[in-house]
């Protein structure tokens, strides 16, 4: 079946400007996930949505950060007034929703803020 | 605060060795541990995931094993091939999150 897709791959802009960057999860996987891979960094976990619970937004590095998931399924995460420091690649992922479950990744939209 | 650690960060073999990778983790209450593969360019790949319960995962000519009395995980790779070469990530479940490795940057040489 189809996996995690992103959109957009790849995506350049100015300092300054309001990104949107797509997620569309695995079919049937309740639990979605933000991740953000900084050059030479580990990951960074953002943000988690779990069926219609409230997210766990512990992740979002400062308040331009957000993300909404409409639905249960697609999931937006947006950067306002974007920086030069939130250059990276953005990761999302989906599972089942159990804890315990595999994660299973999107092929990422890397970012890069002038 | 969970703190996850890959040693070494890079790694180069001839190809047909069999080779191991390391992870550590500080706190032991872990709900699993994943190990990933990243290839340049592109997304995640899940190679192997251990429940806490469990002590080793099995997955063709990879094996991982776990140790959470000692916070350590490793993933051994048997008769290694060119197309092995990735940087391989090490996770562990912690709550609702995955707390990452930096990665282990492997090259097998043909």
């Known amino acids: 079946g189809a996996g995690v897709s992103q959109s957009p791959s790849n995506k350049v802009t100015e300092k300054g400007k309001d990104v949107e960057l797509r997620c569309d999860p695995i079919s049937g996987h309740t639990a979605l996930y933000w991740y953000r891979q900084s050059l030479g960094q580990g990951l960074e976990f953002l943000i988690y949505?779990?069926?219609?619970?409230?997210?766990?937004k512990s992740g979002l590095p400062s308040d331009r950060f957000s993300a909404e998931r409409t639905g249960g399924s697609v999931s937006t995460l947006t950067i306002q007034r974007t920086q030069q420091e939130d250059s990276a690649v953005y990761l999302c992922?989906?599972?089942?929703?159990?804890?315990?479950?595999?994660?299973?990744f999107g092929p990422g939209t890397r970012l890069l803020v002038l | 605060k969970q703190e996850v650690t890959q040693i070494p960060a890079a790694l180069s073999v001839p190809e047909g060795e069999n080779l191991v990778l390391n992870c550590s983790f500080t706190?032991?209450?872990?709900?699993?541990l994943q190990w990933f593969r990243q290839d340049p360019g592109k997304g995640l790949t899940s190679l192997l995931l251990?429940?806490?319960s469990q002590r080793e995962q099995t997955s063709g000519r990879l094996n991982a094993s776990l140790d959470k009395s000692s916070g350590r995980s490793t993933l051994y790779i048997a008769a290694s091939q060119p197309g092995d070469s990735a940087t391989y990530l090490c996770a562990v479940g912690s709550n609702y999150q995955l707390i990452w490795g930096a990665g282990t940057k492997l090259i097998i040489k043909p």
């Open positions: 949505f779990q069926g219609n619970s409230a997210p766990d």
């Open positions: 706190d032991s209450a872990i709900y699993n």
């Open positions: 251990i429940q806490s």
């Open positions: 992922a989906s599972s089942f929703g159990r804890l315990q479950e595999t994660q299973y």
